[in-house]
């Protein structure tokens, strides 16, 4: 039937059409079997019901707020350092420079600013 009108088809078409139909019922019996929902039958006026899918890549609050209190007493304990070291370790991981560009800046090997953040991070460490 197109339009509420049946239409002549050959034997072909028809065992084809009536194929594919019958498929689709057999999945749809299939997944009603086994509890499937889709989230479009939640649907309402308000709301699509792919709205309360959790989106993984979100970030929690509260995982958030921890990441936010977790800084603070970074900084804080930054902030109890001494000044050689707080530099360093603000220049490597707040500035973004590599520690070979800090030995250039500061006119020391690179293996003595490595040494002197490994130092400093185990100071860092205590306060923790």
Same mark, same amino acid.
């Given at each position: 039937?197109?339009?509420?009108? @049946?239409?002549? *088809?050959? %034997?072909? !078409?028809? @065992?084809? +059409?009536?194929? !594919?139909?019958?498929?689709?019922?057999?999945?749809? #019996?299939?997944?009603?079997?086994?509890?499937? *929902?889709? +989230?479009? /039958?939640?649907?309402?006026?308000?709301?699509?019901?792919?709205?309360? !899918?959790?989106?993984?890549? $979100? *970030?929690?609050?509260?995982? $958030?707020? !921890?990441?936010?209190?977790?800084?603070?007493?970074?900084?804080?304990?930054?902030?109890?350092?001494?000044?050689?070291?707080?530099?360093?370790? /603000?220049?490597? +991981? &707040?500035?973004?420079?590599?520690?070979? #560009?800090?030995?250039? %800046?500061?006119? *020391?090997?690179?293996?003595?600013? /490595?040494?002197?953040?490994?130092?400093?991070? @185990?100071?860092?460490?205590?306060? &923790?």
């Amino acid at each position: 039937m197109i339009s509420g009108e @049946q239409i002549e *088809v050959s %034997k072909e !078409i028809y @065992q084809a +059409y009536y194929g !594919i139909e019958r498929h689709t019922r057999t999945l749809d #019996e299939k997944d009603q079997r086994h509890g499937l *929902v889709l +989230y479009s /039958n939640l649907d309402t006026p308000e709301m699509l019901g792919e709205a309360m !899918i959790p989106d993984r890549d $979100a *970030v929690s609050t509260e995982d $958030a707020a !921890i990441a936010r209190i977790l800084r603070e007493k970074l900084h804080c304990c930054l902030n109890l350092m001494p000044e050689g070291d707080q530099k360093l370790l /603000n220049a490597i +991981y &707040f500035d973004d420079l590599s520690e070979r #560009e800090l030995a250039e %800046k500061s006119g *020391v090997p690179q293996s003595t600013v /490595n040494d002197r953040r490994r130092r400093a991070i @185990q100071r860092l460490k205590k306060f &923790f």
